[in-house]
Nanobody, 126 residues
Framework: QLVESGGGSVQAGGSLRVSCAVS????????MGWFRQSPGKEREGVAA?????????????FYADSVKGRFTISHDTARNTVYLQMNSLKPEDTAIYYC?????????????????WGQGTQVTVS
């Protein structure tokens, strides 16, 4: 129900865009998030967007301090796809990036709040 794509390898300072195709029950959620996990580290929230139309917080976004000003989350409702545009990439951004969808998310950086998860896509910055 969540399928990521677009990961790959890039040199430091470069850009990548990862995508998350949303379908099924995951479509009927109020928040989409991106998390990442590096070897030996816990999974961390990177960015999130409230996507439920008509909700008072629709369109609100969250970014981890480490990516503010470099990463942008967006939602294409016509394509049922969420994107994470990553610019000025650093080696410490290297991780598996996961897309997540939550039916009712109060804390967008908390993975326990999300109900659906993608399989992940590798991003490597050298």
């Amino acid at each position: 129900q969540l399928v990521e794509s677009g990961g790959g390898s890039v040199q430091a300072g470069g850009s990548l865009r990862v995508s998350c195709a949303v379908s099924g029950a995951a479509y009927r959620t109020n928040c989409m998030g991106w998390f990442r996990q590096s070897p030996g580290k816990e999974r961390e929230g990177v960015a999130a967007m409230y996507t439920a139309g008509g909700s008072p917080n629709s369109g609100n976004t969250f970014y981890a301090d480490s990516v503010k000003g470099r990463f942008t989350i967006s939602h294409d409702t016509a394509r049922n796809t969420v994107y994470l545009q990553m610019n000025s990439l650093k080696p410490e951004d290297t991780a598996i990036y996961y897309c997540a969808a939550g039916e009712w998310v109060a804390a967008p950086d908390r993975e326990s709040e999300y109900n659906y998860w993608g399989q992940g896509t590798q991003v490597t910055v050298s």
